[in-house]
């Protein structure tokens, strides 16, 4: 989170913790948890924790497997841990709010190990929006980003005509605080209408 957005936070009465450490440790997921039950609630959960995997992109046929299984660990596994062990605290009015990529459901060349892990983290979205409806279950493509992971993805060329981070937060903040319905969301098609 950058400076300035906990303050923000605050002032409009919500309650911020900052828990640093790695989604993939049990004993940081552990630490979450106790935070979650130390404010007394949650109302949302949001996995934006991410790893490109392999850079730069292999074709499948080369992915080292080692790195295609630390890819679904950070991108699939760590999120649906952390969402089990959360989901006590979720059900009723809470949500869940999975930050994916439109490599999830497009084949682009190299992006095959990220692509399939962010598929998983997808359908095992969809499959829980089904089997807890009381629970807003969203998965939200931000689009293509100036980041560190998308400068992996193109070492050594320029990315900086992407937009920043920042930039798709609006059409985050209407996903949750219109409740929209469980489901897959693209941040552009999220963002207020532009004169």
Request: hydrophobic share 45%; aromatic share 6%.
């Amino acid at each position: 989170m950058r400076c300035g957005r906990p303050v923000r936070l605050r002032a409009a009465g919500g309650t911020v913790t900052a828990v640093p450490g790695d989604v993939t440790d049990p004993a940081h997921r552990a630490a979450l948890r106790q935070a979650a039950d130390a404010a007394g609630r949650l109302d949302l959960l949001v996995n934006n924790a991410g790893t490109l995997g392999a850079s730069p992109l292999p074709a499948l046929a080369d992915y080292p497997l080692d790195e295609l299984r630390a890819a679904f660990d950070v991108n699939v596994f760590a999120p649906l841990a952390l969402t089990q062990l959360l989901l006590p605290l979720l059900r009723g009015s809470g949500a869940v709010l999975n930050i994916t990529s439109d490599a999830a459901v497009e084949a682009y060349a190299g992006w095959g190990g990220y692509g399939a892990a962010k598929a998983a983290l997808e359908q095992a979205s969809n499959v829980l929006a089904a089997e807890e409806p009381t629970l807003r279950v969203w998965w939200a493509d931000p689009g293509d980003l100036r980041t560190d992971m998308h400068q992996l993805a193109f070492p050594g060329e320029d990315i900086s005509d992407r937009p920043e981070p920042e930039s798709v937060v609006p059409a985050l903040v209407r996903l949750v605080s219109q409740r929209l319905p469980s489901g897959r969301y693209r941040a552009a098609h999220l963002m207020p209408a532009t004169p």
